[in-house]
């Protein structure tokens, strides 16, 4: 599957952006999908995820009071709506994806095989 990230941009603190990855290859309704950041300097980070059967919805305790994230496999996309978004937010923000289930936790990158090139996010304060 090929993953292409979209929506990223400049926005001041408090605003709202909402991120795309449009998927192609394989079903897309076949895969677990996520979303991770990676901020300067700093090592890739757990944002959230979406099982491939869509059941439940999985957020970091950093944003899951202001992010959201969501598939719509009719269009073979998923989307990350950013709320209220802070400086700190500021990263490359990836999506990626893995066949099916995962062994492991949804929270760590090594579960994933497939990734987007990276949307830039700057939160300006």
């Known amino acids: 599957v090929q993953l292409v990230e979209s929506g990223g941009g400049l926005v001041q603190a408090g605003g709202s952006l909402r991120l795309s990855c449009g998927a192609s290859g394989r079903a897309f309704s076949d895969y677990s999908m996520g979303w991770f950041r990676q901020p300067p300097g700093k090592e890739r980070e757990f944002v959230a995820a979406i099982p491939w059967r869509g059941e439940s919805t999985y957020l970091a305790d950093s944003v899951k009071l202001r992010f959201s994230v969501s598939r719509d496999n009719g269009k073979n996309t998923l989307y990350l709506q950013m709320n209220g978004l802070k400086p700190e937010d500021t990263a490359v923000y990836y999506c990626?994806?893995?066949?099916?289930?995962?062994?492991?936790?949804?929270?760590?990158?090594?579960?994933?095989?497939?990734w987007g090139q990276g949307t830039q996010v700057t939160v300006s304060s």
């Open positions: 990626a994806a893995e066949f099916r289930g995962l062994g492991g936790s949804y929270a760590s990158p090594t579960e994933y095989r497939y």
